[in-house]
């Protein structure tokens, strides 16, 4: 069998900032990296946004913010980001206060989709002369910490230290590692919401500001803004019980032509307690309901269709008012109302319509609410070493899946937390 020192299971931001830490720390060590996918399919590959603001991105309850700030610095170090200037943004943090919401100034830069791609490549080239093994197409199916062994679709490999971090689409095999190796863990909470998709013009703060993140009463905030060369898109989750759709948005880099549009997620979350404790499930279940009434697809709904109160339709969906064909127009034309609890619906539009008052133009007639967009990051692991997120003896848990980040910098700082822990257990 073969045998490395670290194994990380994930090749998004979390596995890629724990890769090149261990390097660093302990340039000695071997380490193998799988990725079921042929390249890293993590966030770094969609839109790749990268945030430095404490909390944009990190879960509060295993952070803090000197913490963060202290890891941020040194993430952006590593991938000198070209951060983005914001221009006129005063107004809308005026207009935003005075409706009890508010606008967060964050540093941020942008790459794209294609400069994520460009990114990855550059970052696997450096593992791969550093000689890391990077095993991409190659699933994990399980983890024995005790055994210290992964099996993999193919083989079996001994570790010495692994690091699961396999992002939140695969929150299902974290949860079977959890469980075969004992580690208690609770996932309550969800992010539940839909993205909006409209013209640019009607949304010009992101003229001066490309990710405006507004946080409104009830939980409800934007999140994940996109816009010149935009697009919704779908990402399909699985497990045991069944298969549905999330959708998302992500843009191409601005050397792309721009299609003036812009989109964004407006989420709420939802904490759940007992009985029903898992929001996975619970996101799950609102997943399927969505399927169910979309036929199989996410479904989309007009502003202009909402307020009436009547579902959209194929035949209708492009009348005169409605000025701009969808980016997704694989979703099926419906009605919100029918698929998105009261509760949670009552919160997003509420927050629709203090938006609208912030930047006049988002609820026209036009603009298209695609159902559901879920961020299912929420496993909750009982860490055993909360400071280095270990799991158990020679197991450690991090990224997104793992709930120890919501964002690509958070990961890859839970990715450097890990891996210092991790060399120091050597
Ligand atoms: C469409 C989209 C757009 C996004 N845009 C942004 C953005 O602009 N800015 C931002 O900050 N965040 C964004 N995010 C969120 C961001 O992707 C995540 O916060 C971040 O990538 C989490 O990092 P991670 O390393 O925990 O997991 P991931 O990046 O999800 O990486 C996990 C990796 O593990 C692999 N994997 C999973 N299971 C297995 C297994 N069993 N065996 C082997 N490999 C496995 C996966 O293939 C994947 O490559 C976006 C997410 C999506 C889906």
Request: net charge neutral; hydrophobic share 45%.
């Amino acid at each position: 069998m073969e045998h490395y020192d670290v194994a990380i299971i994930g090749t998004g931001p979390a596995g890629l900032g724990a890769a090149f830490t261990l390097l660093d720390a302990r340039p000695g060590l071997s380490i193998v990296m799988f990725d079921r996918n042929e390249f890293s399919s993590g966030g770094l590959r969609n839109d790749c946004k990268m945030n430095f603001t404490w909390p944009v991105g990190f879960a509060e309850g295993v952070w803090t913010e000197d913490l963060a700030a202290a890891y941020l610095a040194r993430v952006e170090d590593f991938l000198r980001p070209a951060i983005m200037e914001k221009r006129d943004v005063a107004m809308y943090a005026r207009r935003a206060e005075r409706l009890g919401a508010r606008l967060l100034e964050i540093r941020q830069a942008h790459l794209g989709t294609d400069g994520g791609l460009e990114l990855i490549k550059r970052l696997v080239a450096r593992l791969a002369a550093a000689g890391v093994e990077t095993a991409l197409g190659e699933e994990a199916l399980a983890v024995d910490a005790k055994a210290r062994v992964i099996e993999t679709a193919s083989r079996s490999v001994g570790f010495g230290a692994a690091l699961v971090a396999p992002g939140r689409a695969s929150f299902g095999f974290l949860q079977r590692v959890m469980r075969d190796n004992g580690v208690a863990f609770s996932d309550n909470v969800v992010d539940m919401g839909m993205r909006v998709e409209l013209r640019e013009e009607r949304y010009p703060v992101v003229r001066d500001y490309y990710d405006p993140k507004f946080a409104f009463p009830k939980k409800v905030r934007t999140f994940c803004t996109n816009s010149r060369a935009a697009h919704v898109v779908q990402e399909k989750y699985e497990d045991e019980a069944g298969a549905w759709y999330s959708v998302n948005g992500h843009a191409w880099s601005s050397s792309r032509p721009s299609n003036d549009l812009a989109n964004f997620a407006m989420l709420k979350t939802v904490s759940l307690t007992e009985p029903l404790a898992s929001g996975q499930a619970y996101a799950r279940a609102l997943g399927g309901q969505a399927m169910l009434l979309g036929g199989g697809r996410p479904i989309m709904q007009r502003v202009g269709d909402f307020r009436l109160g009547r579902r959209s339709t194929r035949e209708a969906f492009n009348g005169d008012l409605y000025d701009f064909e969808p980016t997704l127009g694989s979703c099926t034309p419906g009605d919100l109302g029918l698929a998105v609890p009261a509760k949670i619906m009552r919160a997003l539009w509420n927050a629709m319509k203090l938006l609208d008052t912030i930047v006049p133009g988002v609820l026209h007639p036009s603009t298209v609410m695609y159902y559901p967009e879920i961020k299912t990051y929420a496993n909750k692991p009982v860490f055993r070493d909360p400071a280095g997120f270990m799991a158990a003896p020679g197991l450690w848990l991090a990224g997104d899946g793992a709930g120890t980040s919501r964002g690509i910098t958070a990961a890859w700082a839970s990715g450097m937390r890990a891996a210092e822990s991790m060399a120091a257990s050597f």
